[in-house]
């Protein structure tokens, strides 16, 4: 198990038992689900090819944000004070990239990427502090902190550009980004991350990702109590308004709690704790 020498024990214990999902992540999932709203009506309103791509490009941002914060509250205990401070700031910055993606090929980019660099950024920078740097798990931040220099500079210096600039140097930020971990993260002086170095606890990382679906559907619901009563019940439109529900009940309903836990820690480890499939032979330990 991992311990911390000068900061506390900020990490979460592994003693093999499911760690829970706290209130604190899931106030923080909550400003992630008003951003998918933010992109859902950007797509409405630029219901062109160009627009989708734009709205893609934004989508993979944010999920980029949310997926790395998730990965480090599987690691680190929120129930820790600095731990709490850490959330909430990327909460609050959070909020302000959300409120930007409207505009963010507009007038708010530079807004939209300040937001997120610094998301990623402070985050990592975090836990590179909280870490001891010769554990295995520092020196993987050190090589994430490392690697996101480069796409930090294509994000601000895009939001300082307009047009087909402003495209082209987020979607090489973005490539890099995703580049990093099927590189792993390989940093000159630093060497590469192995796999059984992202070992993480499976039925977490699985429960915040089903939450983060029913607060999403949660947010549908809320919308279809409002359509529906401005539309005086009619039944065509009330009809196409139950989506949410059956959802609801694919999530989560429909199955039992031993059905749904995932096989996530119980197979092939450490591919299988790392989120990774299985691999093809029994001799590979690398997903790249």
Same mark, same amino acid.
């Not at 893609?56 to 997926?67: E, I, N, P, S, T």
């Not at 059956?246 to 999530?251: E, G, V």
């Not at 995932?262 to 450490?270: D, E, I, L, T, Y």
């Given at each position: 198990m991992m311990r911390l020498s000068d900061h506390g024990h900020l990490l979460r214990a592994r003693d093999g038992?499911?760690? $829970?999902?706290?209130?604190?992540?899931?106030f923080f999932d909550l400003v992630f689900v008003f951003a998918v709203t933010q992109l859902s009506h950007r797509l409405l309103d630029h219901l062109t090819v160009g627009g989708a791509l734009e709205t893609?490009? #934004? #989508?993979?941002?944010?999920?980029? *944000?949310?997926?790395d914060t998730t990965w480090v509250t599987n690691w680190f205990d929120p129930e820790r004070t600095p731990l709490r401070l850490l959330l909430i700031?990327?909460?609050l910055v959070s909020l302000l990239m959300s409120v930007a993606i409207p505009e963010a090929f507009g007038e708010r980019g530079l807004m939209f990427a300040l937001a997120y660099v610094t998301i990623q950024t402070g985050r990592t920078a975090f836990v590179?502090?909280?870490?001891? +740097?010769?554990?295995? #798990?520092?020196r993987n931040f050190? +090589? %994430?902190l490392a690697?996101?220099? %480069? $796409?930090?500079?294509?994000?601000?210096?895009?939001?300082?550009?307009?047009?087909? *600039?402003?495209?082209?140097?987020w979607a090489i930020a973005l490539v890099l980004e995703y580049t990093g971990p099927v590189a792993g993260f390989w940093t000159p002086g630093l060497g590469r991350s192995a796999t059984a170095d992202w070992t993480v606890e499976g039925g977490h990382f699985a429960e915040r990702c089903r939450l983060f679906v029913i607060l999403a559907l949660g947010e549908s619901i809320l919308v279809t109590g409002t359509t529906s009563a401005r539309s005086n019940l009619r039944w065509p439109r009330c009809r196409r308004s139950w989506s949410p529900f059956?959802?609801?009940?694919?999530?989560g309903g429909s199955t039992s709690p031993a059905a749904r836990r995932? $096989?996530?820690? +119980?197979?092939? $480890?450490?591919r299988i704790r790392a989120g990774w499939p299985d691999p093809p032979t029994p001799t590979s330990t690398f997903p790249w």
């Open positions: 038992g499911e760690q $829970p999902v706290t209130p604190l992540e899931l893609l490009l #934004l #989508l993979v941002a944010v999920w980029r *944000a949310w997926v700031s990327l909460m590179v502090l909280a870490l001891e +740097r010769s554990s295995s #798990l520092g050190q +090589r %994430i690697w996101f220099a %480069i $796409p930090a500079v294509l994000w601000v210096a895009g939001g300082l550009l307009q047009g087909e *600039a402003r495209y082209a140097l059956w959802a609801a009940w694919r999530c995932p $096989p996530v820690g +119980r197979s092939h $480890p450490p």
